[in-house]
């Protein structure tokens, strides 16, 4: 069994009610089971369109029997069953569920990268991921997810 930590985000629809039902598929689907859940925090979009409306982030951290890519179809299909449209990149989202962290695997292929590849420069993923994980160790940087929260929080980015 894997450990896996993965960013939740919304700012289309009802995004609360969006993101607990994409908690509920993860488990009901077989995709993992839940271990820690952070709280939501409120955050302004990060490049996209203008116009958007405010984020509603969060990590969550499950134990799955997924590898890897199994696990991103599975968090696909997840995003189209809460009802995720398609729109341009970086546009509004019904919900968007993101692989953080994969144990200590570090991925890099055309379809998937892990560690995200810009998690360390977000503030909206590293304040609720460092809730729930504040002592687990980047595999990339060696640092943990509490030390890169703190650097990122200190710079007082708005990413």
């Known amino acids: ?6 960013g939740l ?3 289309a629809g ?25 709280g939501l925090i409120e955050t302004e979009p990060v490049g996209g369109p203008a116009g958007q409306r405010p984020y ?10 997924l590898q890897p890519q199994d696990l991103l179809t599975a968090l696909k299909d997840i995003e189209k069953r809460v009802g995720r449209v398609e729109r341009q990149r970086w546009g509004p989202r019904e919900v ?10 570090v991925l890099d292929s055309a379809a998937l990268r892990i560690p995200h590849p810009r998690m360390l420069e977000r503030r909206f993923v590293l304040g609720p991921l460092a809730e729930i994980a504040k002592g687990v160790i980047h595999p990339i940087s060696g640092r943990t997810i509490g030390q890169h929260a703190a650097e990122v929080e200190g710079r007082g980015e708005a990413c």
């Open 96 to 105: 968007d569920l993101d692989i953080l962290l994969y144990d200590d695997l």
């Open 9 to 11: 985000g919304a700012n």
């Open 14 to 38: 009802d995004r609360e009610t969006n993101i607990r039902r994409a908690l509920a598929l993860i488990g009901e689907t077989g995709a993992g089971r839940l271990v820690r859940v952070s």
């Open 1 to 6: 069994m894997a450990r896996a930590f993965i």
């Open 56 to 65: 509603l982030n969060g990590a969550v951290e499950i134990e799955t029997d």
